[in-house]
């Protein structure tokens, strides 16, 4: 069982990324997967979540308009478009997965907006 994030880097403010959290071992598509952010000295905050059931988003307030979550199931990847970055949108970007009693991260992927 594993999800691996991939996607990150350094990107000039206003610039945009697409995060990918590529799922092996289970069956994502019954999952809730939600992308979550963890900066320099702060909490972990939950970014974005997509639901199973319907496919239904939710987004963090602070980005709604400019991050967008998307899924194929077919390749059991889950993406997070980032548009018009900003300098705190720097952090460690993690994949969640979770079902039921289980729960799966990935091991994270680096996000630096600088210029």
């Known amino acids: 069982v594993q999800l691996v994030e991939s996607g990150g880097g350094l990107v000039q403010p206003g610039g945009s990324l697409r995060l990918s959290c590529a799922a092996s071992?289970?069956?994502?598509?019954?999952?809730?997967v939600a992308w979550f952010r963890q900066a320099p000295g702060k909490e972990r905050e939950r970014v974005s979540a997509?639901?199973?059931?319907?496919?239904?988003?939710e987004y963090l307030d602070s980005v709604k308009g400019r991050f967008t979550m998307s899924r194929d199931n077919a390749k059991k990847t889950v993406y997070l478009q980032m548009n018009s970055l900003k300098p705190e949108d720097t952090a460690v970007y993690y994949c969640?997965?979770?079902?039921?009693?289980?729960?799966?991260w990935g091991q994270g992927t680096q996000v630096i907006v600088s210029s």
């Open positions: 969640n997965a979770v079902y039921a009693a289980y729960s799966y």
């Open positions: 997509i639901r199973a059931s319907d496919g239904d988003t």
């Open positions: 071992g289970f069956t994502v598509k019954n999952y809730c």
